[in-house]
């Protein structure tokens, strides 16, 4: 028996990072089925959440099902809609879109990519675009969508997809959730944090009207503030923002549109990028853009311009500045969201970060002497994690060919990290892709960047000339036309939501 146990983790911050921490411990560690911890979740009212809508990656299926949400239920209560990928415009030179889909380009031929056959095919006479093998592009082109089918490896089986939702709704379910498990919710302003002298560790947090509420451990889910890992703890801060120079955001929601795309759309701007995520109720937009090379009034009227539907409300701003803490796991305080760092959302990866930070800590959930040891391992993994993602995005601005901006011009010269620089150059050469980081984004997101950008590799792999010609291009023609079937048979997006909804 571990005669130091956890007893009560103090939760500062509500929002999508706080609840989302609060809901898989209020099922893991807390009440009779967990280590019987007292989880407390102070939440300000006069802090409001940031963004309009979210979209996700494949893995939030996970982290649902662990809490044994109903997934009707999750649709209705979050107004959700389904994802397959994100579409690319004007990001590799105006004009110019590809897809980043969910899943792979085709099963794999005897152990090797299918993308690596389809290389060998084209360097040999030209062949339609890879993106004709991927089964959530052509879903997303067409507007169709259902929820993979059947055992065997199939057209109907060959994609993943994730969600867009209300982030707002979607952090009120899992307040709900969390709540009804025992979780305490405490209204009120974290005015004063006090450390223990002996070590340095948070004893309590004060509120504004006296209130003081003492922990073991604690979560700062408070934002960029950092209110306990940084402005108590001051753990450093690492500024990324040479490689990714976007510094500001506006979002703003606006009506439905007449169809409901399943995928999210990330349009290049003069000076950065522009969102567009559709929910059942309405479209989340925004503008990502660097404050060095446009004004706010302009980066608005680019936004509100770019609507394709009318707004309904003004444009609400953030500031933000790309990196990381030094330290995510300091003491006995971890921090969780946007309190651990900023990656702008091109790829969808803040629910991601929320997620992973919360699973790493039940994986290494400590007693109340928070063993170092443990805080180190979780901040490797955090800062493996977020190094990746950002080489990942770094990677979307640096293979530009657009020079009619300076903000372009300044993307395409900018430094990058040497790994990055190597990832890069061993796909131009052999068509290889290089994973720094094996939990990260996998080979088809990094070939559906890297070729979407108009990189096509030098030399293919010589493995893959062990399949008769013939008989490899017999394949991929079946292939295609299997998966274009199969697709035509799919309900609209709209359509299956409806269905799904009217089930209950």
């Not at 660097?290 to 770019?306: E, I, K």
């Not at 933000?320 to 969808?348: C, D, H, M, Q, Y």
């Not at 290494?364 to 805080?375: E, Q, V």
Request: neutral net charge.
């Amino acid at each position: 028996m571990d005669p130091n146990p956890i007893r009560k983790i103090v939760i500062v911050g509500g929002g999508t990072a706080g609840w989302m921490a609060a809901a898989p411990l209020s099922k893991l560690v807390a009440g009779a089925q967990g280590l019987g911890c007292e989880v407390t979740l102070v939440e300000s009212p006069e802090i409001g959440t940031i963004g309009v809508g979210e979209a996700t990656l494949p893995t939030i299926r996970y982290y649902n099902e662990m809490l044994e949400l109903d997934p009707v239920d999750f649709l209705r209560r979050t107004q959700a809609t389904f994802k397959l990928g994100i579409e690319f415009r004007d990001w590799g030179r105006l004009g110019h879109r590809f897809f980043h889909g969910f899943g792979e380009f085709g099963p794999a031929i005897a152990n090797r990519s299918a993308y690596s056959y389809w290389l060998r095919l084209h360097h040999a006479s030209p062949m339609p675009s890879y993106e004709e093998w991927s089964t959530a592009t052509v879903m997303a082109r067409h507007n169709r969508f259902m929820l993979p089918t059947g055992g065997e490896p199939s057209a109907a089986n060959a994609f993943s997809y994730a969600f867009h939702f209300d982030a707002a709704l979607y952090a009120a379910y899992l307040r709900d959730y969390a709540m009804q498990r025992g979780t305490q919710r405490i209204e009120g302003t974290v005015v004063d944090v006090a450390l223990r002298p002996e070590d340095g560790f948070v004893e309590a947090v004060t509120l504004r009207d006296g209130r003081r509420i003492e922990g073991d451990l604690f979560l700062d889910c408070s934002g960029f503030r950092g209110l306990l890992i940084e402005q108590a703890l001051k753990v450093g801060y690492e500024d990324w923002s040479a490689m990714l120079p976007c510094n500001r955001a506006l979002a703003v929601p606006s009506e439905s549109a007449a169809a409901l795309s399943p995928y999210t759309v990330s349009t290049a701007r003069a000076a950065g990028w522009q969102w567009r995520i559709p929910l059942q109720h309405r479209i989340g937009n925004g503008h990502v853009y660097c404050s060095g090379f446009t004004s706010d009034d302009d980066a608005a009227r680019v936004l509100l311009d770019g609507l394709d539907t009318p707004a309904l409300d003004q444009p609400r701003a953030l500031r933000f500045v790309t990196g990381k803490r030094r330290r995510t796991w300091a003491k006995n305080v971890v921090a969780i969201g946007l309190s651990s760092g900023f990656l702008e959302p091109l790829e969808s990866t803040s629910i991601q970060l929320i997620m992973d930070g919360v699973t790493r800590l039940v994986e290494l959930f400590p007693d109340r002497h928070c063993d170092p040891r443990l805080a180190d391992e979780y901040d490797r993994r955090m800062t493996l994690q977020y190094e990746s993602i950002r080489d990942f995005i770094v990677l979307h601005y640096k293979l530009t060919q657009r020079s009619d901006s300076a903000f372009w011009r300044y993307c395409a010269a900018m430094p990058i990290p040497d790994t990055l620089a190597h990832q890069i150059e061993l796909f131009r050469t052999s068509g290889r892709v290089a994973l720094i980081d094996p939990n990260g984004f996998q080979d088809p997101s990094w070939v559906s960047i890297l070729a979407g950008h108009g990189i096509v590799p030098q030399r293919h792999d010589p493995l893959t000339e062990r399949m008769p010609h013939d008989a490899l291009r017999a394949h991929f023609t079946r292939l295609r036309t299997a998966i274009g079937g199969t697709v035509a048979s799919m309900p609209d997006h709209a359509a299956f939501i409806e269905q799904m909804l009217r089930v209950r």
